[in-house]
């Protein structure tokens, strides 16, 4: 039986705390910004901005407690290491997403049944306004990083900003609306709609945590890559088959048997296993691969590599 993989795990960790720090001192600055927009307007809707972003704060220190654990090398107890501690931490981030929906709808409602006066809210728009560039900014940035090194935790946290950004904008054009117009409903009323795709954002974080943490296999499209790359790969052998896959945090395990004549050397399975192994790397990034080779007597077909 044959096993690779972690490559560069602990290099990318390093780097994914780096962000994950980054995000807490983000957070913390607009934070404050969000928190002296509210009390200058005294705006339901500038409130709920800085309550959500709160909840950002602490989905950012979350989120970097999960990449430091998640760092930790395989030990007795955790012999496929502890990668997964990612995507607690993403449903966690969901959760204080919804959380947060919840928080926001509860205000607005309140404001819908004792409208209040804004106070300058030209200051307080401008205020929030440079926060929200800070937000999307980052944002980016943790999409774009996130990606790059299959950071789970990373992914959540850029999606929680992202519903920020949303709800700032939202919250923004209410709180202008209702200057402009004079009608104070539409304050809290368009925080509400906000909220609503808030609440949206955090279930869809929670549904693909879920489903990493149910060992969910890879999109159809990259088994489908998998499989060419191993029949492509493994001239010499007389099947494959068996081929699972899962994702745990930024790794995807992939194991199947592999089938070889039974007067094959040791030496010239090891070859081929080689072979398979060197393709997938170079087509697809931070795998452990385990290959369990067969005599040909347990083969399930004949004549063709099948997986």
């Given amino acids: 039986m044959r096993l690779h993989g972690r490559g560069k795990a602990m290099e990318t960790m390093s780097r994914a705390e780096r962000i994950g720090a980054g995000s807490i001192a983000i957070g913390c600055l607009v934070l404050a910004m969000k928190s002296a927009a509210w009390w200058l307007t005294g705006s339901a809707a500038l409130y ?13 220190v979350v989120a970097l407690v999960a990449l430091r654990l998640a760092e930790k090398p395989a030990d007795a107890n955790h012999p496929y290491g502890h990668d997964k501690a990612e995507l607690f931490a993403a449903v966690i981030e969901g959760g204080l997403i919804v959380a947060a929906a919840a928080m926001i709808l509860q205000h607005a409602f309140i404001t819908w049944r004792d409208p209040r006066p804004i106070f300058m809210p030209v200051q307080g728009l401008g205020i929030n306004a440079l926060a929200t560039v800070i937000n999307a900014a980052w944002a980016a940035v943790l999409l774009r990083e996130g990606r790059r090194i299959r950071s789970p935790a990373l992914m959540a946290d850029a999606r929680h900003l992202l519903a920020d950004v949303v709800t700032s904008i939202g919250v923004a054009a209410g ?10 409903a539409l304050d809290p009323l368009l925080a509400a709609v906000t909220a609503l795709h808030i609440l949206w954002s955090g279930l869809a974080v929670v549904r693909q945590s879920v489903g990493g943490l149910m060992d969910e296999a890879p999109s159809p499209a990259i088994v489908d890559r998998i499989r060419a790359l191993v029949g492509a790969h493994a001239a010499g052998a007389l099947e494959a088959h068996d081929l699972r896959t899962r994702h745990a945090g930024r790794l995807t395990f992939l194991e199947f048997h592999l089938v070889v004549p039974a007067a094959m050397t040791v030496a010239e399975a090891h070859d081929i296993c080689d072979r398979i192994e060197a393709a997938l790397k170079t087509a697809m990034a931070e795998l452990v691969i385990t290959i369990h080779v067969e005599p040909e007597g347990k083969a399930k077909h004949q004549g063709v590599i099948v997986l």
Avoid: I, K, P, R
Wanted: no cysteine; aromatic share 0%; hydrophobic share 55%.
């Fill in 175 to 184: 709180l202008g609306v209702a200057v402009l117009t004079g009608v104070q």
């Fill in 48 to 60: 709920s901005d800085a309550l959500e972003t709160v909840v950002n704060v602490a989905a950012s």
